[in-house]
């Protein structure tokens, strides 16, 4: 990856639906060798996918809502199990196992309380969970899908770094 490559995601990460000559303009490439990059970005997993950012209330999921959870089962087979639950759930959008006190945490966005404390009582059906706790965003900040680009090695900096 070079410094080229860079600029590639910096731009897609803007805007998914940049036009291929658009954004080889604006990295000093012809269209041809800036489609290649961008194929091979997404070939070796660099670009998992384009999506569409939506806004939430318009969607009616305005409402986010942080969940810890702790269980006192550690298995395997619990973890695989609790999973599978939670890709039943189209309110979950981020899903972490954590370290410290609490064992995962979930991103839920739902319309309003009263649908949280729905996904909140068929999620305990589904599954047993020692401790839930529920934080509600009371506004957000900052929000990106852009993930900082200036920690990546360049091939150039790999090379002067095994010399």
Known sequence: MDRL???????LQEDATLAVAEIAKKVGLSTTPCWRRIQKLEEDGVIKRRVALLEPAAVNAKVTVFVSIRTNSHSNEWLKRFSEVITEF???????????????LLRVVVPDIAAYDAFYKRLIAKIEIRDVSSSFAMEQIKYTTQLPLDYIQLAKEKSESNS
Not at 5 to 11: G, P, S
Not at 92 to 100: A, D, K, L, Q
Request: net charge negative; aromatic share 14%.
């Open 90 to 104: 189209p309110e979950v959008v981020e899903f972490y196992r954590m370290s410290g006190d609490v064992d995962y």
């Open 5 to 11: 490559d860079r600029k590639i995601l910096r731009l």
